[in-house]
């Protein structure tokens, strides 16, 4: 039966730094969108469910860009569940990742393993890591939990044994859900109960993708003919397989650029996907027929795709792809999960031995007669109903804590969730305003030298906004929760309101420049984000720390150590609002062509700001502005790494472009679509 133990995992890791303290307010630029000459064509069914509300918003989740590529040893707390046959590893502090699954007999690694953590801007708010199978819940894309933490406990399993229980409050939908991980007696099938629950009086859109990375140099089998091919340049077509364009697209190597292919798996068929290397060895993941669709994606063997692989880990690490399994056929959909239900499904992973090579047919009917021998589907299916009855099962031991957003949530709704306790134990200091507006009506002023922190935009805390005392600060999250809801005149309103009482005049500045770029008022952005940065500055001045002190001071006013850990947390939440603030406004200003001012914002940045890759290629940015071609150009020669550069985001090469017409160097080709599409 499956045993729990504790473990330290030791990663060279790349710290993930401070938050974003902006609300991002501007629309996602999600690359899963798809081209509107395409919705024509779609079954009837899919076309309703991609159109059925795609994510406008990160609100309330905030940005998480503050890491680096710098990596050193970092010790990760694992949890391992094993038997005799399997060994999993989980850490509950990276969204409950699956870093690996092993097959004792065999000593046989089943998943792809990066060796290093190196976070990168494909998570809907930023930073994500290659490796393992990762929970994807919320909307399109890799969940916002990708390097954040979740709860997780003992629970009893269906056979008599321990399973470990992972749950979280998932925040751009308001929906607890938990994922329930346990290997029965004698089984070479990791099983996998997941459940979503809605406990709100209305519908909610829900999302839900397994995503599994596997060596590429694998074979991927899935039951279809026919899939939905989507790549970056956002065109979603029917295609064959396993042949498209004269080519077998079921080896990852055999395609050029990056793609997404979701398997039509016909109505009836057994839902699985398989990726096997040459000698028919390898994976397969199968469940419920709930988890319908399967899709695999591929690099592709260009210079994109190639740098983006180099980019993820480190050098001599093998190429990856990724085999999946959701809700729905494609990940350009969402599901309507209905007021006060819940979608609940199992799953399995676990080793499959059946020869890859031949005739699509018959490689597939060979592998699914192998999966049925070791794990009959009728096996999967009663494997959830007796899981089902444990769903609920009250958690023992905690062995990980995640954050205090369900406590919050189930404090203010009076929910009852069993199975997954949100304790008022886990409210931290992210909670304690609006834990204050819940129980006081008021919404407490921030030390006027602190940032003003993160907005709750839900319906029932914009009430409470709109009740309660129209001090800035509530001025300021009013807004922020007005224009989540679409309600920008009146964020506006409230933002205007704010400014005229406010101290610290530079958060409510920012969220009007914003307004005004996304109303086409450039113009006057570029003056309040100029306004904007000037406050801050002089905020930092008048008493912000502005630098670390001196650990070793002498006298009786000397820093201790915690007023020295107070100070140095200070100070990096200062630097990462300057950072933010500042690379916003450089970019408002230069787009009206005020370099001059653009320039006054970028001396004020820090030196070691400054010195990120991100900022070095501003700084290229702001000396072509200026006509300093060729010392924007030597930039470029000097070397730089954008830590935080968005997948499918092309702005290295368009500025390259500006400057000469040599190709694009290999170490900043990030493209991922095709030329000229």
């Known amino acids: 039966m499956t045993t729990i133990r504790r473990e330290v995992l030791t990663l060279p890791a790349a710290p993930l730094g401070p938050d974003n303290p902006l609300p991002p307010l501007r629309p996602l630029d999600e690359a899963h969108r798809i081209d509107e000459r395409d919705r024509a064509g779609l079954p009837r069914d899919m076309a309703r469910q991609v159109g059925y509300a795609p994510l406008r918003s990160l609100l309330p989740a905030p940005l998480r860009d503050g890491y680096g590529r710098a990596r050193e040893p970092r010790d990760f707390d694992a949890l391992v569940l094993e038997n005799d046959r399997l060994r999993a590893t989980v850490v509950p502090a990276l969204g409950g990742r699956v870093t690996s699954l092993f097959h004792k007999p065999a000593d046989r690694e089943l998943l792809y ?28 894309g890799h969940t916002t939990l990708s390097c954040s933490p979740v709860h997780a406990a003992s629970v009893p399993a269906p056979d ?124 397969a993941q199968t469940s419920t027929d709930v988890l319908r669709g399967r899709k695999l994606f591929v690099w592709g063997t260009g210079p994109g795709g190639r740098r983006w692989q180099e980019w993820l880990t480190e ?20 599901v309507k999960l209905e007021a006060e239900s819940e979608v609940s499904w199992l799953e399995a992973y676990g080793p499959l ?18 999966l049925e021998a070791v794990l009959p589907r009728s096996g999967v299916d009663a494997a959830y109903e007796a899981w089902r009855p444990y769903a609920d099962a009250e958690p023992g031991e905690r062995l990980a804590t995640g954050s205090g957003w369900g406590a919050l949530e189930v404090l203010r709704a009076g929910l009852q969730l069993p199975g997954t306790p949100f304790e008022e134990a886990t409210l931290g200091a992210e909670q304690r305003p609006w834990l204050h507006l819940l129980h006081a009506g008021a919404l407490p002023e921030p030390d006027h030298h602190a940032p003003p922190g993160g907005t709750l935009v839900a319906r029932p805390w914009r009430d409470m906004l ?5 001090t800035p600060a509530a001025e300021y999250h009013l807004g ?29 500045l920012r969220c009007l420049a914003v307004a005004d770029q996304e109303d086409g008022h450039h113009e006057r952005a570029a003056d309040r984000y100029a306004e904007a940065f000037d406050d801050l500055c002089a905020r930092v001045r008048d008493g912000a720390p502005a630098s670390r002190p001196e650990p070793d001071a002498a006298g009786p006013g000397a820093a201790g150590p915690v007023d020295t850990a107070r100070a140095a947390d200070g100070h990096a939440s200062w630097t990462a609002v300057t950072a933010a603030l500042g690379v916003e406004a450089i970019g408002a200003l230069l787009a009206v062509g005020r370099t001059a001012v653009a320039r006054s914002v970028w001396e004020r940045l820090e030196p070691a700001v400054r010195a990120r890759g991100r900022f070095r290629l501003t700084e290229a940015a702001l000396l072509a502005a200026e006509g300093r071609n060729a010392e924007a150009r030597a930039v470029f020669d000097e070397g730089f790494e954008v830590a935080d550069l968005r997948e499918g985001d092309e702005v290295i090469g368009r500025l390259w472009a500006r400057l000469t017409d040599e190709p694009l160097p290999a170490r900043h080709d990030f493209r991922m679509r095709p030329d000229g599409e």
């Open 480 to 508: 922020v929760a007005q224009w989540h809801g679409g309600d920008r005149a009146q964020a506006v309103r409230s933002w205007e309101r704010g400014l005229k009482e406010a101290t610290a005049r530079w958060p409510l």
């Open 353 to 370: 031995d059946a020869d890859p090579r031949g005739e699509w047919h018959t490689v597939l009917r060979r592998a699914e007669d192998r």
């Open 113 to 140: 393993v990066n060796p290093v953590l190196q976070p990168a801007n494909f998570a809907l708010n930023g930073a994500w890591f290659s490796g393992g199978i990762e929970w994807n819940i919320g909307a399109t």
């Open 160 to 283: 008599g044994g321990r399973m470990l229980r992972l749950w979280e409050w998932e925040r751009l939908r308001d929906l607890p859900f938990q994922v329930d991980l346990w290997l029965p007696e004698g089984s070479d099938f990791l099983h996998v109960g997941v459940r979503v629950r809605n406990p709100h009086e209305r519908p909610v859109p829900t999302y839900w993708w397994s995503n599994i990375a596997v060596p590429e140099d694998r074979r991927v089998l899935a039951p279809a003919d026919e899939a939905w091919l989507f790549g970056y340049e956002r065109r979603l077509r029917r295609v064959s397989v396993p042949f498209h364009e004269g080519v077998d697209r079921t080896y990852p190597r055999n395609s050029t650029h990056p793609a997404d292919w979701f398997y039509e798996v016909p109505d009836g068929r057994r839902r699985w996907i398989a990726a096997l290397d040459g000698h028919g060895h390898g994976l």
């Open 315 to 334: 050098p001599g690490t093998g190429g990856y792809c990724e085999i999946q399994a959701g809700l729905a056929r494609t990940q350009l959909e969402h």
């Open 466 to 470: 709109e009740t309660t005392a129209a």
